[in-house]
């Protein structure tokens, strides 16, 4: 996730939405006292080659500390950070008032049928024997598939704005005008190169992990009107 004081936004980073590239593309806009949260280490030479600042500031500030958070660091001697793909709720909690209220929040979702391809196929790149899709997302935490708690807090949406992946370009294009950024948007190629079947998700997806999705993802479905 990224917080940019400067332009006044905060990031909330979703799965399988092309969030790595757009977390890369943003960075090149953040300076010395915004949030910038880790990624993998094979994406975070990308990040240096555009001359962007790397991970920065992550950790939550001991004065927004809850008693838990305050017997985590006693007991455990680890620091509260912000992270990937972290809930809109802790990030609420983690800032000041004025910061959450008054900064643009904003996120990406995604055809959940769609997700559920691209999840599977980065899921299995590395997989001697690949289980059938079924299969695999029987196999996994298929929970983890739905993206709304991330932009949500207590069933609501709790962001200003959620961009269609499927509408990314045009997407992005309105992002930049709406923060005033100086240039465009331009995404690096990161996890991209995972799924070599470009087939449509229906012409892969058997009923069965159709409902299955379907039940997971309801409600993204509801609130955006996907339809398989």
């Given amino acids: 996730m990224i917080i940019s004081h400067k332009y006044k936004f905060i990031f909330l980073k979703t799965r399988k939405t092309a969030g790595t590239s757009i977390e890369i593309a943003l960075s090149r ?28 500031n992550y950790y939550v500030p001991l004065a927004r500390y809850t008693l838990k958070d305050w017997q985590r660091l006693i007991i455990r001697r680890r620091r509260k950070k912000f992270y990937n793909h972290i809930p809109a709720l802790q990030v609420q909690q983690y800032l000041e008032r004025n ?25 299995t790149r590395n997989q001697e024997s690949t289980p059938s899709l079924t299969e695999h997302l029987k196999s996994i935490d298929i929970d983890r598939l739905s993206n709304f708690h991330i932009y949500s807090i207590n069933e609501k949406i709790a962001v200003d704005h959620v961009g269609l992946y499927e509408n990314l370009e045009n997407e992005l294009e309105k992002i930049a005008e709406r923060l005033k950024l100086p240039e465009k948007l331009i995404l690096p190629k990161a996890k991209g190169d995972a799924r070599k079947n470009r087939q449509h998700y229906r012409d892969i997806m058997d009923e069965e992990t159709r409902y299955l999705v379907e039940k997971v993802c309801a409600k993204e479905i509801s609130y955006f009107g996907y339809r398989y």
Avoid: M, V
């Fill in 29 to 56: 806009f953040c300076e010395e006292k915004d949030i910038i949260t880790h990624i993998s280490a094979k994406d975070e030479p990308i990040r240096e080659e555009l001359g962007s600042l790397s991970p920065q």
């Fill in 99 to 123: 910061t959450w209220d008054n900064y643009f929040k904003f996120c990406f979702e995604r055809n959940p049928w769609d997700k559920a391809i691209s999840l599977y196929y980065w899921q």
